[in-house]
């Protein structure tokens, strides 16, 4: 049986830190202070910095151009993640393993796993959990769990762009982990987005997986 193995993230020192959990291999941290940081600012002339070779990398002005425009339009992206709570986001890549067709074995799957906090009314933690899927429109495979760090709700939705979005029309799955803080007064929320609808219990199992690590106290603590 393979031990599994960690790379422990800087912020997992933080001493003002809420929340410690840990992701699959195949997951890339999008570096929210860095993508968000003000203009002017020492973090967003290191992003300059770290970008300018990539874009004098850019055969023509015309790539270079559409290159700049999509890196604006994900930095607004994560800017309205990050206003909603938004604490945490990474973009996940795996190879399909289970379509063994010529056409379709090894084809990219792609996802999208972020962690937010949602402020909400004080109560049991185990009614929070509740609360956060009962009270919500749409949600579906409603599953109540007690985990490691305290009671959890699992759901998932299906969500389609509307017509005059300018999005295409594919089916967006979402899944979603609910886990109360400790304090009572907030959620942890953890979503794992993805087109791979067909896929969605490797993704269930997959969100299942990072939320039972998930840990309120320091697990990196030595006891005493």
Excluded at 157 to 162: H, L, Q, Y
Aim: charged share 20%.
């Amino acid at each position: 049986m393979l031990t599994p193995r960690f790379t422990i993230h800087d912020s997992a020192k933080d001493p003002h830190a809420s929340i410690w959990f840990a992701v699959p291999e195949g997951f890339t941290e999008m570096p929210l202070d860095a993508l968000l940081a003000p203009p002017g600012s020492p973090a967003a002339e290191e992003l300059r910095q770290a970008l300018a070779p990539v874009i004098e990398a850019v055969p023509d002005e015309i790539t270079r151009q559409q290159f700049t425009a999509r890196l604006a339009a994900g930095q607004q992206l994560l800017l309205a993640l990050h206003e909603v709570g938004t604490v945490h986001c990474s973009l996940g890549l795996h190879r399909d393993d289970v379509d063994d067709t010529d056409s379709g074995y090894g084809r990219p799957l792609l996802s999208l796993f972020t962690l937010s906090w949602r402020e909400t009314a004080w109560a049991p933690r185990a009614i929070a959990a509740a609360r956060a899927v009962v009270t919500a429109e749409g949600h579906t495979h409603i599953e109540y769990l007690d985990l490691p760090c305290g009671p959890a709700s699992l759901s998932e939705m299906v969500r389609t762009a509307p017509a005059d979005s300018g999005v295409p029309q594919e089916p967006l799955l979402q899944i979603y982990a609910h886990l109360p803080h400790p304090d009572g007064k907030r959620l942890a929320v953890l979503t794992l987005s993805t087109m791979a609808v067909g896929r969605r219990e490797h993704y269930r199992r997959m969100l299942h997986q990072i939320a039972d690590m998930v840990s309120f106290e320091n697990p990196l603590t030595s006891p005493a």
